[in-house]
């Protein structure tokens, strides 16, 4: 099947490049451009019924989840009803084996770190009983898997002050909620009192992010106090193709994935700021945004002098605004993804390449790796 998906993507390919010859352009035959675009139409529905053929439902993986969620919580002896919405949403097979290890760690760390003792919730009032619920829903081409919890919450003073402890960030530092619960996922991060079986290992939410990042999907975060914690993976629909924006950079050619762009604009000359101490910045919307030169970044020469020569694409991770300086946008495209192979794989801010209508090479970006795995961290750099 997976050879299959890839003979398809190449027929996707190669009908692109005819399509984008530039010697059609000079032909004036009706019948050989309706013929074109017949064989794109026919290589588009057969790579996405090519694809569907590699979806398969997340029950299975759902039922699994449940099973080591009762045996977590009666290892810890707290009583949980557990929840399980949307089990029949489907996703790639690649997909849902990457994700298991990411939702194991995710539903133990909410029963542990989560959900109180039955005798600490009905002294504020709660059922004896944890309520957890693993949810999955189709949201805007993406699938989006939660893990509900109807515990205390993030206890961000304690989050800040063991983020002080290890010098993540300054004692004084003044952070957002959002920001906070955005420390849970740095390198070896743990809050627990005690290494036990399930926790305190410094082992986990790190990469857990790192995972889904992996697979072109991104972990939010949201909590309320005394309320519960909601940890929401968004993921794309399968790794073989995307929906990419094509970008210039000092003369190259690269693909972003339209998912983390918010907006893209061209800014004027009075919204550029200097900060002391921080770099060049972009007013917007009544805040402050740091700019990130992608060509920098990838160590190009050539790059647009100035951000009011190109263009900048906004982009929102964790709460954390950072704009990407770029020199032009090309256009928008569905494209298909290949691999860099074993002797480029590691190469620090590529996810992969795909090959374009003329026939050229374009190199997929990793946002994450390019903005150094998270916005604040990007945000300090350009400090």
Not at 192 to 199: F, L, N, P, Y
Not at 203 to 220: A, F, L, S, W, Y
Not at 297 to 326: F, K, M, N, Q, W
Request: proline share 4%.
């Amino acid at each position: 099947m997976d050879h299959i998906i890839d003979l398809v993507g190449e027929l996707a390919i190669a009908q692109a490049q005819v399509a984008a010859h530039p010697e059609l352009a000079t032909l004036a035959s009706r019948e050989l451009g309706r013929a074109i675009s017949l064989l794109g139409r026919v290589a588009k529905e057969l790579q996405h019924t090519s694809l569907a053929m590699r979806m398969v439902a997340l029950k299975g993986t759902f039922d699994r989840m449940a099973r080591i969620a009762r045996d977590t919580a009666r290892g810890l002896a707290k009583p949980l009803t557990f929840v399980v919405d949307g089990a029949h949403t489907e996703l790639d097979r690649t997909m849902v084996e990457a994700i298991y290890d990411p939702l194991v760690h995710l539903v133990r760390n909410a029963i542990d770190h989560g959900l109180e003792g039955p005798i600490e919730r009905v002294r504020r009032g709660k059922p004896e009983a944890g309520t957890m619920t693993l949810r999955a829903f189709h949201q805007a081409g993406h699938i989006v898997v939660e893990i509900i919890d109807d515990g205390g919450g993030l206890d961000r003073p304690r989050i800040r002050a063991r983020a002080v402890e290890r010098g993540l960030i300054g004692a004084d530092e003044a952070l957002t909620d959002g920001e906070i619960d955005q420390l849970i996922f740095a390198p070896g991060f743990s809050t627990a009192k005690a290494v036990t079986s399930v926790s305190g290992r410094g082992v986990g939410m790190d990469v857990v992010k790192t995972k889904i990042e992996q697979v072109r999907g991104r972990v939010e975060v949201a909590s309320t106090p005394g309320a519960g914690t909601t940890v929401r993976l968004r993921l794309p629909l399968t790794l073989a193709i995307i929906d990419g924006l094509l970008l210039r950079i000092a003369g190259e050619r690269y693909v972003m994935p339209t998912s983390w762009a918010k907006d893209l604009f061209r800014p004027s000359a009075d919204q550029l700021v200097s900060v002391r101490g921080r770099g060049q910045m972009v007013k917007l919307r009544g805040a402050v945004v740091p700019i990130v030169h992608l060509a920098e970044r990838l160590g190009l020469a050539g790059a647009a002098a100035s951000p009011t020569e190109g263009v900048l694409v906004l982009i929102e991770d964790g709460g954390h605004a950072v704009c990407l300086a770029v020199d032009e946008l090309l256009g928008k495209q569905e494209v298909v993804v290949k691999g860099l192979g074993p002797s480029l794989a590691a190469v620090a801010g590529l996810a992969g390449a795909t090959i374009l209508g003329d026939g050229r090479v374009a190199l997929i970006l990793d946002i994450p790796s390019v903005l150094g795995t998270g916005g604040r961290r990007a945000e300090r750099e350009v400090a």
